[in-house]
């Protein structure tokens, strides 16, 4: 299973990633995490241990890799690179494992629009189709909103995408947005999942108000979310009602998948 979360910032799609992550490992599944946001806090989410979070790093910051693996600078626009270099490697080698949960920090390229012709981007959009073949594993991707990650020649190994909506019409806006964009390049597989849900009325309105996309569940809004952070432990111990959503929200995404196979 492969999943791409994202949505408009601050709505909790790093608290679904963490979720979801964990409750697949307590399935026994092999799972790669990948922090794709420019600011990355999956590690915090999911209670990584400082000795631990202290070993990540950004893969797009890691400019003597980049220029070892590319024969550019990072940094450097045009000119002669390697535009697949060398990747197989580095998912093992650059990530951290804690509970059965394999962690990757990816980081971020300023695409400029149409895009950048940078050793940065070629770095990490080999690496991203390289994530997108490996097999028996699942591979949840913790994105910004967006779908820069995303080309036509991955997208097909989308298994689904969840956008991460909070109850309110700027936030379905922006999820409006990304199917657009995902419809562009070929993604169709794409689910709302609603955060911070405080009662019936509030479910009925993102359920109502949906871009087309059907709502794969609810995320309610519990204020122990907060103190795990502030604890520094995993939302998916210290919320159980959260965590319970999540198993739900995994039951009725592999619905869907049976159904459409």
Not at 55 to 78: N, S, W
Not at 97 to 106: C, I, Y
């Amino acid at each position: 299973m492969k999943l791409a979360i994202t949505g408009k910032g601050g709505v909790g799609k790093t608290t679904l990633t963490a979720l979801l992550a964990q409750a697949y490992a307590d399935m026994g599944k092999q799972v790669l995490a990948v922090d794709a946001d420019p600011s990355p806090c999956l590690a915090g989410a999911l209670g990584f241990p400082e000795a631990l979070r202290a070993q990540l790093h950004p893969i797009a910051e890691m400019d003597a890799l980049i220029e070892e693996r590319t024969g550019a600078k990072p940094g450097t626009v045009g000119g002669f690179f390697t535009i697949n270099p060398r990747v197989d490697d580095i998912p093992e080698r650059f990530s951290v494992l804690h509970r059965g949960v394999r962690l990757l920090e990816m980081g971020s390229v300023d695409l400029g629009g149409s895009g950048c012709i940078c050793p940065e981007s070629a770095m990490l959009k080999t690496l991203f189709t390289h994530l997108m073949f490996r097999k028996d594993e699942v591979l949840l991707l913790d994105m910004y909103a967006g779908v820069e990650h995303l080309g036509r020649a991955t997208v097909d190994f989308v298994d689904a995408m969840l956008i991460v909506v909070e109850p309110t019409r700027r936030s379905l806006g922006t999820a409006g947005q990304i199917k657009k964009l995902a419809n562009d390049i070929g993604l169709t597989r794409m689910y709302l999942v609603g955060n911070k849900v405080r009662n019936d009325e509030e479910a009925k309105f993102l359920e109502a108000e949906t871009p087309g996309l059907p709502v794969l569940g609810f995320l309610p809004a519990d204020m122990k979310v907060q103190e795990a952070d502030r604890l520094n432990i995993p939302v998916y111990d210290h919320v159980s009602i959260l965590r319970e959503s999540a198993s739900r929200i995994l039951s009725k995404l592999q619905e869907h998948s049976d159904k459409s196979s």
